[in-house]
């Protein structure tokens, strides 16, 4: 069973940057893909970046803005985020891809079978 952990939330102002760690264990982590989701109060779960295979995906929303990477040997992600605006607020989720993960399921909620526990991030006006 995978675990994911995220840390390094908070509340920023406009224009203000935050990075995020996801830590995971319980799987050989190269294995997986690993994405970053959010969900905004009353809102559907979003799409926001993905690394697999050393190929990056990011959404539209965010392109030029945050960044993702990873570092295989402390099994963790991350995701920079620079130049925040207040409609990046949104509870931010970790996740990781399921077997036999392809590239055309980056942006699909049902390709990732593990998920944590999610953190706030509140960029304020």
């Known amino acids: 069973q995978v675990q994911l952990v995220e840390s390094g939330g908070g509340l920023v102002q406009t224009g203000g940057s935050l990075r995020l760690s996801c830590v995971a264990s319980g799987r050989t982590f190269s294995s997986y893909a690993m994405g970053w989701f959010r969900q905004a109060p009353g809102k559907e779960r979003e799409f926001v970046a993905t690394w697999s295979a050393g190929t990056t995906y990011i959404a539209d929303s965010v392109k030029g803005r945050f960044t993702i990477s990873r570092d295989n040997a402390k099994s963790t992600v991350y995701l920079q985020m620079n130049s925040l605006k207040p409609e990046d607020t949104a509870v931010y989720y970790c996740?990781?891809?399921?077997?036999?993960?392809?590239?055309?399921?980056?942006?699909?909620?049902?390709?990732?079978?593990?998920w944590g526990q999610g953190i706030q991030v509140t960029v304020s006006s």
């Open positions: 996740a990781a891809g399921n077997t036999g993960w392809r590239s055309n399921w980056a942006m699909r909620v049902d390709g990732y079978g593990y």
